[in-house]
């Protein structure tokens, strides 16, 4: 079993292991592809983002985003 701390010893939230499971580092290719977008597409697509998380959050249908 992972924990969080070897002192503590207290066992790991299911979002810490996933994370742990991810390797650390940059995506490049997600991060080429912000690159090539305006600062006003980028808030856009932060702003569907945080729709899409709000709406998981609250057991709400996703909302449609061009």
């Known amino acids: 079993m992972a924990y969080s701390c070897a002192m503590e010893r207290t066992p ?3 979002q810490q ?3 742990q499971s991810v390797p650390s ?3 490049l290719v997600q991060l080429e592809r912000f690159l090539k ?3 006003t ?3 856009e697509e932060m702003r569907a983002l945080l729709e ?3 709406a998981l959050r609250s057991g709400d249908e996703l ?3 061009p």
Do not use: K, T
């Open 63 to 65: 909302p449609h985003h």
């Open 12 to 14: 790991l939230s299911w």
């Open 37 to 39: 977008l305006s600062p």
């Open 17 to 19: 292991r996933i994370l």
């Open 25 to 27: 580092g940059i995506d």
């Open 52 to 54: 899409n998380a709000e």
């Open 41 to 43: 597409e980028r808030l």
